[in-house]
């Protein structure tokens, strides 16, 4: 078997192990829109395989069911008609979610039947393209799920195991680390001699950047900073926010991160719902913050009187970095205590917004086809994060990879790390 069957095989497993505890009715959920059904998530990364591996490159592939090459297409228009509005997926009771696993099967027997003979290049990069699609649809799912039980007046909870409610040693005093800054190069560069070396196009070229002499916070904010700026009218000082995150704040009536609920038995006043159900708030002061949209880590930064680091101060940093940290293996589902070794938490716990707008690198190129409609369509009024989350599966990150989401988004694991 080669490496790459191998890693298609553990991937698919994989996504199977995290929907397993699902029931059909749970799948069929969608509580945002920015969200989608776990059916959904698994149809569509079926889909990416079927359209752009299976179709173009087994001659006598028989398509699963036709009609789902437009129900399950997400975004790429130059494929055909989409669903308009991705708010109606959760509306589409059928195909069943039993035959959306047999769409899977379907495609994983057609897929060992293309391992089985010779794989050119150009199949074998859409392949690690799709492995890397759905490990992004497997973090998605578990955000997605999460934000549909926290919406459920039921509240259930994912995960069975609760949280550890101490930190095994005293959480370590936020230090700023300093660097030189100059001239220094971001971006990935793909090694061809390695077969599952893999990066996103929005990650190339690799280039030249000169950066000024810059510190960094050592570790991630955690809950009781947050609370002291919540303490301190943090959310009623227009001063502290950009114009549009104001605006939010008044549509939205924030005062809290997404997933606080008042709750006047923790000595803090709060509780937060977890992948794991319940916790107060207390319990979990020493962790990082997270579900914090970009408009409020950077009024946090305003009140501490520093700022978001741009993305290349981050990767200058993370690249030199040991590249550890609280990922989906560990089974934590939800950000963890740092330690005290250096800059921590640049791999895992949250995504950490950067004050870097969501453009193409110099000279960036994408995809040709309809593969190109995968990252670069999007490059407008989003923000650049880095890092990873505690949901995000430990091989899928890595320093120059680029998250991106509107400014006000909070339903995803992300968090704050402060420069100045």
């Known amino acids: 078997m080669s490496t790459l069957e191998s890693k298609y095989k553990a991937v698919r497993s ?7 505890t699902l029931s059909a009715e749970d799948q069929m959920v ?3 829109p920015e969200a989608s059904p776990v059916k959904w998530h698994q149809a569509h990364t079926t889909w990416f395989f079927e359209t752009f591996v299976l179709r173009p490159f087994l001659a006598d592939y028989r398509p699963f ?5 437009r129900l399950f297409n997400s975004y790429y228009i130059s494929l055909g008609e989409e669903i308009p509005d991705k708010k109606l997926r959760a509306s589409f009771s059928r195909p069943s979610l039993d035959e959306v696993l047999a769409f899977r099967a379907h495609v994983d027997q057609e897929m060992e039947r293309l391992f089985a003979g010779s794989i050119d290049d150009e199949a074998s990069r859409r392949i690690l393209l799709g492995l890397n699609h759905e490990q ?34 005293p959480i370590p005093q936020l230090k700023w680390l300093n660097f030189e800054g100059d ?25 030249r950047v000169y950066l000024e002499p810059f510190q960094i ?11 002291e ?61 997270c579900h914090i949209s970009f408009f409020e880590a950077e009024a946090f930064a305003r009140w501490r009187g520093s700022r978001l680091p741009t993305e290349a101060e981050w990767e200058s940093v993370a690249g030199k970095a040991r590249r550890h940290g609280n990922l989906l293996d560990t089974g934590r589902l939800h950000p963890a205590w740092a330690n005290d070794a250096g ?43 880095r890092g990873g989350s505690c949901v995000t599966p430990a091989d899928h990150v890595r320093a120059t990879y680029r998250n991106f989401f509107h400014p006000a988004t909070r339903w995803q694991f992300t968090g704050i790390r402060l420069a100045i």
């Open 65 to 69: 069911r036709e009609e789902l090459h």
């Open 217 to 227: 916070a050592s570790r991630e904010v955690t809950c009781r900073e947050y609370l």
């Open 30 to 32: 969608q509580s945002c």
């Open 183 to 207: 001239l220094t190069e971001i971006g990935y560069s793909l090694n061809s001699e390695e077969p599952l070396d893999f990066c996103f196009d929005n990650e190339t070229p690799r280039h």
């Open 343 to 385: 800059v921590e938490q640049l791999s895992g716990d949250c995504w950490e917004w950067t004050a870097s707008p969501y453009t193409g690198y110099p000279g960036y190129k994408p995809l040709p086809g309809a593969l190109g409609e995968y990252n670069g369509k999007f490059m407008s009024s989003q923000m650049i994060l």
């Open 136 to 169: 992004q649809h497997q973090e998605l799912a578990l955000t997605d799920i999460k934000h549909a039980f926290f919406s459920n007046p039921l509240r259930p909870s994912y995960g069975s195991a609760t949280l550890p409610k101490e930190h095994p040693q």
């Open 229 to 289: 700026f919540m303490s301190d009218d943090g959310y009623m000082r227009p001063e502290l926010w950009l114009s549009d995150g104001w605006e939010a704040i008044e549509r939205e009536g924030w005062e809290a991160p997404l997933y606080w609920e008042r709750d006047p038995g923790d000595e803090t006043g709060w509780r937060v719902f977890t992948l794991k159900g319940w916790h107060e708030l207390s319990e979990l002061l020493d962790t990082p913050v």
């Open 14 to 20: 994989m996504t199977r192990s995290l929907v397993a």
